[in-house]
T-cell receptor, first 109, second 116 residues
Framework: GQNIDQPTEMTATEGAIVQINCTYQTSGFNGLFWYQQHAGEAPTFLSY??LDGLEEKGRFSSFLSRSKGYSYLLLKELQMKDSASYLCAVMDSNYQLIWGAGTKLIIKP | GAVVSQHPSRVICKSGTSVKIECRSLDFQATTMFWYRQFPKKSLMLMAT?????????EQGVEKDKFLINHASLTLSTLTVTSAHPEDSSFYIC????????????FGPGTRLTVT
């Protein structure tokens, strides 16, 4: 079956760095997405990786290893507003999005 | 738990026809369902918020007469793309929010619509 695994919850300190991991097993691969979702709001797009390597976008970076079925989202210089859920999703060979359950990130002062 | 299904998973239709997409919460009741559209390599775009028993709230720029949304029960919402055109080809995703839960949304697998 198809499966996306990511930690349920993580806690980090303001100003620090946190890495949210995502492992996947899917039927084919057409890219991996990371979304941020604040409570009560629609998810917002953070990154898209289809090739191996690191994609950097400001304070956020996303890494992909297709051979390992692994990705991580790296958040630097954490701010209180980064407290949110982070969703990992993989597009399979049928262009279906397979979603992870999300990682709730709690930022403490 | 908290499974959301969508049907069909992919559909191809001719220009001018209408297509209905169903979104069901399988093991929970959802007061609110959301419909998103996703373009390749782009973020989800919220189209409308659907509340059971009331009219959907459409986002700015989304034509309510073209994208008909019905949320007839606590487990079913439908999106009908009327008089579809090739530019309506996209990936449509629904999500559902539990009654008793807080703000988590559970996403369906999506429906790929291709209009020829």
């Amino acid at each position: 079956g198809q499966n996306i695994d990511q930690p349920t919850e993580m806690t980090a300190t303001e100003g620090a760095i946190v890495q949210i991991n995502c492992t996947y097993q899917t039927s084919g691969f057409n890219g991996l997405f990371w979304y941020q979702q604040h409570a009560g709001e629609a998810p917002t797009f953070l990154s898209y990786n289809v090739l191996d390597g690191l994609e950097e976008k400001g304070r956020f970076s996303s890494f992909l290893s297709r051979s390992k079925g692994y990705s991580y989202l790296l958040l630097k210089e954490l701010q209180m507003k980064d407290s949110a859920s982070y969703l990992c999703a993989v597009m399979d060979s049928n262009y279906q999005l397979i979603w992870g359950a999300g990682t709730k990130l709690i930022i403490k002062p | 738990g908290a499974v959301v299904s969508q049907h069909p998973s992919r559909v191809i239709c001719k220009s001018g026809t209408s297509v209905k997409i169903e979104c069901r919460s399988l093991d929970f009741q959802a007061t609110t369902m959301f419909w998103y559209r996703q373009f390749p390599k782009k973020s989800l775009m919220l189209m409308a918020t659907s509340n059971e028993g009331s009219k959907a709230t459409y986002e700015q720029g989304v034509e309510k007469d073209k994208f008909l949304i019905n949320h007839a029960s606590l487990t079913l919402s439908t999106l009908t793309v009327t008089s579809a055109h090739p530019e309506d080809s996209s990936f449509y995703i629904c999500s559902a929010r539990m009654i008793a839960g807080v703000n988590e949304q559970y996403f369906g697998p999506g429906t790929r619509l291709t209009v020829t």
